[in-house]
C-alpha cells in the first residue's frame, strides 16, 4: 500500500524532533508531507528544544495549508502541551487521523469532545505516551493482567531526572500540575493499561529542594486499588535519575531499571516467581529485550497499519480517557 501522506504540525512539543526523526526513517509508511511552525500561532508555554535540525529539507507549511489539502491523510500533533486539545478538535473537524502528543489539557471535557469525536468519525486516534512500543513494559504490563505474580500488592514507578537546568524548572512553573501533569501521564498510561481505573488518586504535589513552592517539580501520587497501592513519583532535580518499575505480589516480584535505554545495551527485568507462570518455571529469571533504536517507531508503525485498515489499535478511547482522568487527578487538577 502506499505510505500515508503525514503532517507535522508543531514543533515546539518536547517530543516533536524524535517523531519527526522517527517518521522520516519510516519511508515505507509515511511520506512526510512538511511540518507547521507553530510559533506563528502558539498560545500556551513551551520548553524550548532542537527547532531546526528534524526539519531540513522538508516544505513549511501554515496552518490553514496544512488542513485543507486534500491529500493529507494524517497529522502528528506537537504543539506546546495546551494548544495540543485545540489543533487535534480542528483536525477531527477535517477527518484526519491524528496522533496526539502528551498530555491532553489540563481539564477533561475537551479532551473527552476531541475523543468522542474522533469515536463518530471512525478516525484513528493516538495519544503519545512514549512506553507504549517499549517490549519490557508489554511485559511488566502481560505479568500483571495475567497473575504471573499473584495479586498486586505494590507498584512502584518513577520519572526522575535532572536534565534541563533552569529553564525547565521555570517551564514548570506555568502548569499548578507540574512534573506530575507533565511527565507522570507516561507512567498512569502504564498503570492504567495493566491495573484499570483506579479507586482514588491523592497527589502529593511539592517542589524540589531551594525550589520556589509553586514550582511543582518533585510530585508523588498514590492510587488506590482494592488490595493495591500504586506510588507514582517525578522530580526533576534528581542527582541520579532512575526511572524505575517495581511491582511486588502474592507470588512473585518484577523488577525493571533503567525503563528505557538507547546505548546499545539491553533492557533487563528481574521476575522472580514463587510457582510456575507461563513459560516460566518458579525461579529467579532475568528477561532480555534487544536493544533499543528508536522510542517511538512501533507505536507510530501500529497508527500507520490502523490508518490503512490493517490491524485494529491497541488502545482503546474509554482508556485514553481513563488515563487522562486519572493524570488531572495525580496533579491535583
Not at 84 to 102: F, N, S, T, Y
Not at 161 to 176: A, I, K, V
Not at 181 to 206: E, Q, Y
Not at 309 to 325: L, M, N, Q, W
Request: proline share 7%; hydrophobic share 35%.
Amino acid at each position: 500500500m502506499k505510505p500515508v501522506r503525514v503532517v507535522q504540525i508543531g514543533i515546539l512539543h518536547e517530543h516533536a524532533h524524535g517523531k519527526m526523526d522517527t517518521i522520516r526513517n519510516l519511508p515505507e509508511l509515511f511520506e512526510v508531507v512538511g511540518y507547521v511552525d507553530d510559533r506563528q500561532f502558539a498560545c500556551a508555554p513551551y520548553y524550548q528544544l532542537d527547532l531546526e535540525r528534524p526539519y531540513q529539507g522538508l516544505k513549511q507549511l501554515t496552518l490553514p495549508e496544512a488542513l485543507d489539502d486534500p491529500t493529507i491523510e494524517a497529522v502528528t500533533i506537537e504543539v506546546p502541551n495546551n494548544d495540543l486539545v485545540p489543533i487535534g478538535l480542528r483536525c477531527m473537524e477535517r477527518g484526519l487521523a491524528i496522533h496526539l502528543d502528551k498530555p491532553a489539557g489540563e481539564e477533561l471535557a475537551t479532551y473527552k469532545k476531541l475523543l468522542d469525536g474522533c469515536a463518530a468519525r471512525h478516525l484513528p486516534f493516538q495519544m503519545g505516551y512514549m512506553f507504549r512500543g517499549n517490549p519490557a513494559f508489554q511485559f511488566a504490563c502481560r505479568a500483571i493482567r495475567e497473575h504471573w505474580l499473584g495479586e498486586i500488592c505494590e507498584l512502584e514507578i518513577d520519572m526522575n531526572h535532572n536534565y534541563g537546568g533552569e529553564d525547565y524548572q521555570q517551564y514548570l512553573r506555568n502548569f499548578s500540575g507540574g512534573i506530575m501533569w507533565n511527565l507522570g501521564c507516561h507512567l498512569i498510561d502504564f498503570v492504567v493499561s495493566a491495573m484499570g481505573r483506579p479507586a482514588c488518586v491523592t497527589p502529593f504535589l511539592k517542589s524540589a529542594p531551594s525550589d520556589p513552592e509553586e514550582i511543582h517539580n518533585n510530585g508523588l501520587a498514590v492510587l488506590e486499588y482494592p488490595h493495591a497501592t500504586v506510588t507514582i513519583r517525578a522530580c526533576s532535580r534528581c542527582g541520579r535519575p532512575s526511572r524505575r518499575l517495581r511491582v511486588a505480589g502474592t507470588r512473585g516480584r518484577l523488577d525493571l531499571e533503567p525503563l528505557e535505554r538507547f546505548d546499545g545495551q539491553s533492557l533487563e527485568i528481574q521476575l522472580h516467581l514463587d510457582a510456575p507462570a507461563d513459560d516460566y518455571p518458579a525461579g529467579h529469571h532475568i528477561v532480555r529485550f534487544p536493544p533499543q533504536t528508536d522510542r517511538y517507531a512501533a507505536q507510530l508503525t501500529e497508527w500507520a497499519r490502523v490508518i490503512r485498515g490493517e490491524t485494529e489499535p491497541s488502545y482503546t478511547f474509554e482508556h485514553d480517557y481513563i488515563v487522562h482522568e486519572v493524570t488531572l487527578a495525580a496533579a491535583g487538577y
